[in-house]
Nanobody
């Protein structure tokens, strides 16, 4: 499965952005999907995950209550709505996919399919 992210950009603190990840090659209906981010000089970290079928979600503590992950399998799309953005949210954001089940949805090693990322800058 191939993944392409979009929707990144520059925004002031307190603002909002919505990231999208469009998949191709295979139906994502049976895939767990995740959003990760990597700030300069930092390790890549899990931000949000959503499983297949039931659509259960999980979030990193740092974004809980501010970010919302959702999926539209018919459109092969996973989105990340980001509200109340902070300077520390600045990072490259990556979409990831892996056939369900994924025991640890915010762990990098669980995913084999990755997009190239979209940059989010909060000032």
């Amino acid at each position: 499965v191939q993944l392409v992210e979009s929707g990144g950009g520059s925004v002031q603190a307190g603002g909002s952005l919505t990231l999208s990840c469009v998949a191709s090659g295979k139906s994502i209906a049976t895939y767990a999907m995740g959003w990760f981010r990597q700030a300069p000089g930092a390790e890549r970290e899990g931000v949000a995950g959503i499983d297949a079928e039931v659509g259960s979600t999980i979030y990193a503590d740092s974004v809980e209550g501010r970010f919302t992950i959702s999926r539209d399998d018919a459109r092969q799309t996973v989105s990340l709505q980001m509200n109340s953005l902070r300077v520390e949210d600045t990072a490259m954001y990556y979409c990831a996919a892996e056939p369900s089940p994924v025991p640890q949805p915010l762990a990098l090693h669980e995913y084999r399919h990755w997009g190239r990322g979209t940059q989010v800058t909060v000032s």
